[in-house]
Nanobody
Framework: QVQLVESGGALVQAGDSLRLSCAASGRTVSSYAMGWFRQAPGKERDFVAG????????KFADSVKGRFTISRDNVKNTVYLQMNSLKPEDTAVYYCAARPGPTVNSGIVYSAPTHYDYWGQGTQVTVSS
């Protein structure tokens, strides 16, 4: 099975950019569809972005469309979440998740937490106004 470790979280100001990384070990990320979720205090864990196992399909929450991008580097075994034009409402713990992809060329993007089998420990992003 795969182990996931997120990094890159920080305290930033509104309008700044951050890039989160999700480093995988144990298995290659090319075997998985990947996703990013976030959870603010007292709230549920929400879908942010996902990328298919093939890397050819992505999906974003409406709240981050046009500001966030997701990418994967199968050589570095890492998935990234580039976050631009950050807003205070983006403040949350960000989690990386993995789901074994059905096929190597699968274009399915999963957006529900229950779709994912493996999770990282999270990284805190705080955006001040």
């Amino acid at each position: 099975q795969v182990q996931l470790v997120e990094s890159g979280g920080a305290l930033v100001q509104a309008g700044d950019s951050l890039r989160l990384s999700c480093a995988a070990s144990g298995r290659t990320v090319s075997s998985y569809a990947m996703g990013w979720f976030r959870q603010a205090p007292g709230k549920e864990r929400d879908f942010v972005a996902g990328i298919s196992r093939s890397g050819g399909s992505t999906k974003f929450a409406d709240s981050v469309k046009g500001r966030f991008t997701i990418s994967r580097d199968n050589v570095k075994n890492t998935v990234y979440l580039q976050m631009n034009s950050l807003k205070p409402e983006d403040t949350a713990v960000y989690y990386c998740a993995a789901r074994p992809g059905p096929t190597v060329n699968s274009g399915i993007v999963y957006s529900a937490p229950t779709h994912y089998d493996y999770w990282g420990q999270g990284t805190q992003v705080t955006v001040s106004s």
